[in-house]
């Protein structure tokens, strides 16, 4: 245990090689005792270095309620490729910005940087590159970042899309969730490529209320999407017809007073 009760581990191992951690997970609980609770941590801090890259066989990494994490998080961890789950949420002292490296990352299935209110800067434009497309990406959350700023990237429209081969010249897109509500600096118009990503079931964009311009016509191709939500954005125009979207159950616009239709 680290100093106020921080929760450090576990590091999981494969039985085969006992040196290769599989799973590192570090956590602030929230059932501490009352005499930790009394411990003043507010001149203690601790950052993930470039040595992180050295866990080549890390397949879970989780850096969560830390009040203690700061630095930023280095781009070594886009060599990690093994890696198939990064959650990094509400950490207040992690600044920094998003390593565009992550993007390299061939088996992530979930990617999670959420609710971290130092992180800024732009999104990377992960997706323009056939290696930075994360072909095994099912969830992406980059919401509640309020100092990320900038655009939406057209190039998500191709996350979670593997190569084609001749076994599989167009191959299923892989991506079910992504949430990037809750970003209020981010700006501009929401792309159309964002309609590619055929295999969507939940898309947040609500909160983001720099965002400007109509609802793309495009999102009609989602037509395995359930639950869409855009309130409380800047919308504008008419509302796109939405029939080609038969699974969709959940639809919020509330907020939006430029829209009509």
């Not at 602030?28 to 890259?53: C, K, Q």
């Not at 989780?62 to 203690?68: E, S």
Request: some cysteine; glycine content about 10%.
């Amino acid at each position: 245990e680290a100093p106020g009760g921080a929760w450090v581990g576990p590091a999981c191992e494969d039985a085969s090689h006992p040196l290769r951690v599989t799973w590192l997970v570090l956590q602030y609980p929230l059932n501490m005792t009352e005499s930790s609770r009394n411990v003043d941590l507010s001149a203690l801090r601790f950052e993930l270095g470039p040595a992180i890259g050295n866990l080549t066989f890390l397949e879970t990494l989780g850096l969560t309620d830390l009040q203690l994490f700061g630095g930023s998080l280095p781009s070594q961890l886009g060599e990690l490729q093994h890696l198939s789950q990064l959650v990094v949420y509400n950490n207040p002292k992690l600044a920094g910005t998003i390593p565009w490296q992550l993007g390299n990352l061939q088996n992530i299935t979930m990617l999670s940087l959420y609710a971290n209110p130092a992180i800024s800067g732009t999104l990377p434009a992960w997706g323009n590159e056939t290696k930075n497309r994360m072909p095994k990406l099912a969830k992406l959350y980059l919401y509640n970042n309020p100092n990320i700023t900038g655009t939406i990237p057209p190039s998500f429209g191709s996350l979670g899309h593997a190569s084609p081969t001749k076994a599989t010249p167009k191959p299923t897109p892989k991506l079910q969730e992504l949430y990037l509500g809750s970003n209020p600096q981010l700006l501009g118009t929401v792309p159309g490529e964002i309609g590619s990503l055929t295999a969507l079931e939940e898309l947040d964009m609500q909160g983001n209320t720099g965002v400007s311009g109509t609802i793309p016509r495009e999102f009609r191709k989602l037509t395995n999407l359930q639950q869409l939500y855009l309130s409380k954005a800047g919308f504008s125009g008419t509302l796109p017809e939405l029939g080609d979207m038969t699974s969709l159950t959940s639809l919020y616009l509330d907020r939006n007073p430029g829209i009509s239709g």
